[in-house]
């Protein structure tokens, strides 16, 4: 996706595109290039998690300025402290922490969601267009009853649920982003299951199948 400013364009370096296209790291060596003031890091830290970030604000609001403007400050923030940037263990878990922490007071702000309500801010899940158009009718009935009851779980349920089984992070990430502790975090995910497995009837490895396959 291209975002609607250039963000890139106040990003100094004489890196050309094939350098990005070949220069292919991993995560802690590109973390490590861009505090060190590699714009070719940068570039590769933003193509491969611009696409993740977003689809992670599409799950709260349907604002798409709203949610490229925090990816702005985001990723402008990434380059201007860069020297100052300390360790990080995931940096697709710290992304989205940091995503998270900028969308939220903006929904906050836009919405005018108070202080009691603020952790239940809207998240819904989608499936997949172009997967369900090569569904059966009898499977598309299915993932369409799945969805409604994913959608019908609390927010915060359902978005440890996204987080935790199609974005792949720990109980230890997800708790640093909700701000709890990983059992209180273990447990949301275990009653969201459970839940799950009453209302559908169907096995835990069926509900993963179908939940692996949720739109981005």
């Not at 193509?47 to 709260?60: A, E, S, W």
């Not at 400050?73 to 995503?99: A, C, D, H, M, Q």
């Not at 349920?157 to 990430?173: D, M, N, P, T, V």
């Not at 009453?198 to 739109?215: G, V």
Request: net charge positive; glycine share 4%.
């Amino acid at each position: 996706m291209k975002m609607k400013t250039t963000l890139f364009n106040n990003i100094s370096g004489d890196e050309n595109s094939d350098q990005l296209n070949n220069n292919i790291l991993s995560d802690e060596e590109l973390w490590t290039d861009l505090q060190g003031g590699s714009s070719i890091a940068f570039h590769q830290i933003y193509q491969r998690y611009v696409q993740v970030l977003f689809n992670y604000g599409k799950k709260f609001t349907n604002q798409r300025e709203l949610i490229e403007d925090c990816m702005q400050e985001l990723f402008t923030g990434l380059w201007k402290y860069r020297e100052k940037l300390g360790s990080v263990k995931n940096l697709k878990s710290y992304l989205l922490i940091s995503f998270r922490r900028k969308l939220i007071p903006e929904l906050q702000k836009a919405n005018r969601l108070t202080e009691i309500n603020k952790k239940n801010v809207r998240f819904e899940i989608v499936f997949s267009p172009e997967r369900t158009k090569i569904n059966e009718e009898r499977q598309l009935e299915q993932n369409q009853n799945l969805l409604n009851q994913l959608n019908s779980l609390p927010e915060r349920q359902r978005e440890a649920l996204y987080l935790r089984y199609y974005e792949g992070l720990s109980c230890q990430e997800i708790a640093e982003i909700f701000e709890m502790n990983p059992q209180s975090v273990y447990n949301l995910l275990n009653r969201a299951i459970n839940l799950l497995k009453k209302r559908l009837l169907i096995s835990i490895l069926i509900l993963f199948y179908i939940f692996f396959h949720l739109s981005e």
